[in-house]
């Protein structure tokens, strides 16, 4: 039951993320043609190519890293095209903002990418350490053990075995064996060699 509810909220968050990229890309998408048609539409001096450097920033948002890249990748070609496309002359302002633009998508995407798989990597390691804690079983708290038997009471009420106690309790294997001490004072007239010997 617990499997079948655990598949399905990954099942509902795999479609929201699919849905929510679509919108970020389509997103994205619109306001890069908006901002290419305001760079077309204003003389080549003004430097709007660094409003392209918010799309790669928007991008962080995706779920795939690779996605900042291929932003930051589009808007440059968009920056170059602007520069061809625009009218007016080429001077150096028109240039020098050109390059200035590239320089900030390209900035902005390097530090979004790694920023991002570091992001990835904390979210690895603390899924891992959530599975490792859901495996972790251990003891708490004080435990009534009888002098004569070591028989442990637990919440109940119930006597029963330590060994059956610790292994309902923990990950433990309860294996039996008899101490020297132990040997010597339930065996006195047998040694070790004996017992060895045999």
């Not at 509902?12 to 919108?23: A, E, G, N, V, Y």
């Not at 900042?68 to 028109?94: C, K, Q, R, Y």
């Not at 390691?125 to 708490?140: A, E, N, V, Y």
Request: overall charge positive.
């Amino acid at each position: 039951m617990a499997g079948g509810k655990t598949a399905t909220a990954q099942e509902s968050h795999l479609m929201r993320t699919k849905i929510d990229f679509r919108l970020l890309a389509g997103g994205t998408a619109v306001l890069a043609c908006c901002i290419f048609a305001l760079a077309l539409l204003l003389p080549l001096g003004v430097a709007v190519g660094v409003l392209y450097t918010t799309l790669v920033l928007l991008a962080m948002w995706s779920p795939h890293r690779r996605f900042i890249l291929l932003v930051a990748a589009v808007v440059s070609v968009l920056t170059v095209l602007d520069f061809f496309l625009s009218p007016g002359e080429a001077n150096w302002m028109a240039i020098s903002n050109r390059l200035l633009s590239l320089f900030t998508i390209w900035i902005a995407a390097v530090l979004s990418f790694l920023l991002k798989r570091d992001q990835e990597g904390r979210e690895r390691l603390i899924l891992d350490l959530q599975g490792s804690l859901d495996h972790i079983k251990t003891l708490r708290g004080l435990l009534s053990l009888c002098v004569s038997c070591k028989k442990v009471r637990n919440g109940q009420g119930y006597w029963k075995s330590l060994d059956a106690y610790v292994s309902e309790r923990s990950e433990a294997q309860i294996t039996h064996g008899i101490c020297p001490d132990c040997f010597t004072h339930y065996y006195p007239k047998t040694t070790e060699t004996d017992v060895l010997a045999k």
